[in-house]
């Protein structure tokens, strides 16, 4: 006996009392907060405590009566599964399934969606020749996808949950069979579209074929196993994925939602999980609806897609791939594409399963223009080591979800802190200062670890206007620290690059010195720290133009009470997290106050500054842009509708509109102010995430 049939003939045979007028005469002599426990009743135990009556505390509130699947076949509550069935019905039961599995991948329980089907509970009755082939191909699919995110270990409990309640994922099926079913069974439905009704069979056709396709991208990226029994993925396996998902795509477009004549709530009983043995959440949920289901498959597969383009990736420095991942974490991937790009990018240690992620710190290095014979050190290869550990530590960081990542962002500053100051002493080491010069010469080493280390504070910060964790009043020195932190990257890269030029002059005595010219990370930078300045001016001129209506502005309010002000509180809170680093050097509140005095300056002034900024800005972005057009991160020209790389065109013109706008709104201010018309202006985030604009 199941414990299903168990549960109902429990239910059945026992006698229910109405205790409710007890309770609520109970309850009139308490008063509000009091709670009637037992001795010892401790703190732990009142956290546990459910509420009476609570549909989401109290999994018995709702008292019915639960049918086994049989039962309500042989009651006729259901229709039974087979080739009886309408093709309507049996189209309406798939995309019900299809919006269930969307909404377990949403990060909800199986109890909540997909076994929410009453047939899924005996399964064995399902012989309808076109609904168990999907029901099994679609079951077969959760399995590869719960051992996936399982294995990669980069999901919260807001992610996914993968307690699965003794629910059968078809963990005991072969994947060969199950592939023979299913294109078994599409080529049948393409012989039943000859015929009658052709219009109804393409319809279940494309839905068999999703799955198929679906299951068979998830197969081919998780590669073939070798004889150790790891996984192996080849450059055809990752060209075999995308040829898939192009198809799975293609049958996803074509799905159009089909109504039947028996309701679907007869199938779908939202509380059938609630007898099952385990943990199974009381409270029913909305599940995802069509659309809903259509929209977030095609953004899983646009992840799915920008995985299969790892092996085309021109550089192959650690540098290029935690780039590509912070893109690629920046589109807010699903949970299933964010665990299939981990296990790629570190398949058994090694980046692409080929590399080790020594080798990439190595190709990384001499791209930054870090002398070979430095690299060559055995000091530098014991230095590479600890390096690799941050490099696979920041890998899994950005495999989180962004709001994950901010928090584990923090602890990965403190493994940066000990390889800079490693990085330190090599470079000491290497060239130590003389008795004429302290400077210990060349940082050679330092410099590559910061060009690692700074964006990951950047992207802190950044994180914050993403998860919106600022408040307005923040703005001005969030801003007055990206322009900081943007401009010691851009010091940094130039830094390189002088060393790069000295060395070049000491090769050509005698020629001619070319003039200095910015690379085109340099003038990317130096766009951000123009905008970043130009932004901290203009809230300040807002703020004097029409103060409290804008942005409040407000670096020096105090607190009611003694101590630290409330800004300086909220300044550390934000940038405490920053205090360990020795590079770039700490700045603190005082730093913030005396830097970001505007007193001499007036309203036309600070509205010049910040116009210069973004000119300046604009300049930049124009100059990337003109670069980007001719380069590519791929070494084949391609297609994604992600945004992968900072040079990409949607980026680049998100900044642009970021500058052109606020410079059109500065000239319609001037134009209104002359007139005597200004009126305050409000910001806002419609052009770039992170950077403001003004708007009327």
């Not at 192996?232 to 049958?251: E, F, G, M, V």
């Not at 590509?324 to 974490?329: D, I, N, P, R």
């Not at 290869?381 to 709001?403: C, G, M, P, T």
């Not at 065109?649 to 134009?671: A, I, R, W």
Request: one cysteine or more; charged letters at 20%; hydrophobic letters at 40%.
């Amino acid at each position: 006996m199941s414990a299903f049939e168990r549960a109902t003939k429990d239910i059945e045979s026992e006698e229910w009392v109405d205790i409710s007028s007890f309770v609520e005469e109970a309850c009139n002599d308490f008063a509000s907060g009091q709670l009637l426990h037992r001795t010892g009743y401790n703190l732990f135990e009142a956290m546990s405590a459910i509420e009476i009556g609570d549909p989401k505390m109290d999994s018995g509130v709702n008292l019915a009566r639960f049918l086994s699947t049989e039962e309500r076949i042989e009651r006729s509550i259901i229709p039974k599964p087979d080739d009886t069935l309408p093709n309507e019905t049996v189209i309406e039961i798939m995309d019900q399934l299809l919006c269930c599995q969307a909404t377990w991948f949403s990060g909800f329980s199986l109890a909540q969606s997909i076994f929410t089907c009453i047939y899924l509970h005996r399964h064995t009755c399902i012989t309808n020749q076109w609904l168990l082939p999907f029901i099994l191909g679609l079951l077969k699919c959760c399995d590869h996808v719960r051992t996936l995110i399982m294995r990669a270990d980069v999901f919260g409990e807001e992610d996914f949950l993968g307690y699965t309640f003794d629910f059968y994922l078809c963990g005991d099926r072969d994947d060969d069979d199950i592939t023979s079913l299913l294109e078994d069974t599409i080529k049948r439905l393409s012989e039943k579209m000859k015929g009658p009704n052709g219009a109804v069979f393409h319809s279940i056709r494309s839905r068999v074929e999703f799955v198929s396709t679906f299951r068979g991208t998830l197969m081919a990226l998780d590669g073939k196993l070798t004889a150790s029994g790891t996984p192996l993925r080849t450059p055809s396996d990752y060209n075999q994925a995308r040829t898939i998902l192009a198809s799975c795509r293609k049958h996803l477009d074509e799905l159009v939602e089909r109504k039947g004549d028996i309701p679907m709530d007869q199938i779908f009983d939202p509380q059938v999980a609630r007898v099952q043995q385990g943990p199974a959440p009381a409270r029913v949920i909305s599940l995802l609806d069509f659309s809903q289901f259509k929209t977030l498959f095609s953004s899983l597969i646009d992840a799915l897609d920008a995985v299969t383009l790892l092996p085309q990736l021109k550089s192959k420095t650690i540098n290029s791939y935690l780039d590509y991942l912070y893109w690629f974490s920046a589109a807010e991937p699903n949970v299933i594409a964010r665990s299939r790009m981990h296990l790629c990018v570190l398949s058994e240690g090694k980046i692409l399963g080929k590399m080790t992620v020594d080798e990439t710190i190595n190709e990384g290095m001499l791209a930054f223009h870090v002398p070979p014979a430095t690299v060559k050190k055995q000091q530098t290869q014991d230095f590479v080591v600890e390096v690799a550990k941050v490099a696979v530590h920041s890998i899994r960081v950005l495999s989180y979800n962004r709001a994950r990542q901010r928090r584990k962002i923090v602890h990965l500053l403190d493994d940066i802190v000990i390889i800079i100051q490693y990085a330190q002493s090599l470079d000491y080491e290497y060239k130590p200062p003389t008795e004429d010069q302290e400077d210990p010469g060349a940082r050679h080493l330092e410099s590559w670890v910061l060009d690692l280390a700074v964006p990951f504070m950047v992207q802190f910060v950044e994180l914050g206007f993403e998860l919106e964790l600022y408040h307005p009043t923040e703005y001005a020195s969030i801003y007055w620290y990206l322009d900081y932190l943007q401009g010691f990257r851009l010091r940094n890269s130039q830094y390189v690059s002088s060393l790069v030029a000295e060395g070049e002059s000491k090769k050509s005595k005698g020629k001619k010195k070319t003039p200095f010219v910015p690379s085109i990370d340099q003038l990317y930078t130096e766009a951000h720290m123009a905008l970043c300045r130009g932004i901290f001016r203009m809230i300040y001129a807002m703020h004097c133009s029409f103060p409290g209506n804008v942005i409040p502005y407000s670096p020096f309010s105090t607190s009611l009470f003694p101590g630290p002000s409330s800004d300086e509180m909220r300044f550390y809170h934000r940038f405490g997290v920053f205090h360990k680093l020795t590079q770039p050097t700490p700045l603190h509140y005082n730093h913030f106050k005396e830097t970001t005095v505007h007193d001499t300056l007036t309203v036309e002034q600070l509205i010049h500054g910040a116009t210069e900024c973004f000119k300046q800005a604009k300049f930049c972005i124009e100059k990337v842009v003109a670069h980007a057009k001719t380069t590519s991160i791929f070494t084949e020209p391609t297609q994604t509708p992600l945004t992968l790389s900072r040079y990409s065109t949607t980026h680049l013109q998100s900044l642009m509109k970021v500058s052109v706008t606020n410079l059109v709104q500065f000239q319609l201010l001037q134009g209104a102010k002359a007139k005597g018309e200004a009126k305050p202006l409000g910001v806002n985030f419609s052009a770039h995430g992170v950077y403001i604009v003004l708007k009327n």
